[in-house]
């Protein structure tokens, strides 16, 4: 049997991870799970990197997960991570404070949605094909979708494709709120990596303190983000990066943020 595992690729700041398993229509099994947990730690780790892309290799972004493989690990906790690893769901242990933006096309199915409901920015061909499949299998999102899918896209609008897991195409899924954009088959991953450049050239302290406040008001709510502002601003009006961005408006040139 074809064992999962994610690539990985360093261009200038950002890191290109890659779901690799082309055989079975890179389903998650354990170790491709694994994997790409430890490529998020690793970004998660490095300072230089700015930015993350994931991506699939071969035709469709995921069939979702390898229940074959991983009913008997489930119970095993295979979705428990490490406190110093990067739960790629969102859903428990360490969370990442740095961007990812994720590319999708062919067939993206339960944990796939689920994963990219958890980046910041997704990229759709328009030959996608989404489902969020449970119901259908005698088991329940478990992602991520029953608490970001209903916040993505309202109760009414999400409730038809979870509670019947019927699949659904780009079109729908941009309506629904799930993706960013909608590009041509073929042009995602591009798309994807033109904006990740583009967020790279941003402060890196200013993005991650940006999504830290975002994240608060959609987990704790408005009346905490806002308590907590000052908490992430304060330091960044000190920050090198903020003098930095004061000279380039001055002389009318891009700025070069160091991270500092």
Request: net charge negative.
């Amino acid at each position: 049997m074809s064992l999962g595992k994610v690539s990985r690729e360093i261009m200038d700041q950002i890191m290109l991870i890659g779901l690799d398993r082309v055989e079975k229509r890179n389903a998650f099994d354990s170790h491709m799970i694994h994997d790409l947990s430890q490529a998020l730690t690793e970004y998660e780790n490095q300072p230089e990197l700015r930015c993350a892309v994931i991506f699939a290799h071969g035709e469709h972004f995921t069939a979702g997960l390898d229940l074959v493989e991983l009913q008997s690990k489930i119970s095993q906790g295979i979705f428990n991570f490490e406190a110093d690893q990067i739960n790629p769901w969102g859903t428990g242990g360490r969370h990442r404070t740095k961007p990812v933006v994720v590319a999708v096309q062919g067939i993206c199915y339960t944990a796939g949605v689920e994963l990219m409901l958890n980046a910041d920015v997704v990229i759709a061909s328009e030959n996608t094909i989404f489902g969020q499949l449970e119901v259908q299998r005698g088991i329940m999102p478990f992602g991520g979708a029953t608490v970001r899918f209903v916040q993505a896209a309202g109760w009414q609008k999400a409730m038809p494709y979870l509670l019947t897991g019927k699949t659904f195409n780009s079109k729908t899924a941009y309506e629904l709120n799930l993706l960013s954009e909608v590009v041509e088959s073929g042009q995602q991953l591009e798309r994807a990596l033109e904006i990740a450049q583009e967020i790279c050239s941003a402060a890196p302290l200013a993005v991650q303190a940006l999504l830290a406040s975002a994240t608060d008001a959609v987990v704790e709510g408005q009346t905490v983000a806002f308590e907590k502002m000052n908490n992430y601003l304060m330091p960044l009006f000190v920050s090198e990066d903020a003098q930095e961005g004061v000279r380039a408006m001055l002389e009318k040139r891009s700025p070069q943020f160091k991270g500092r």
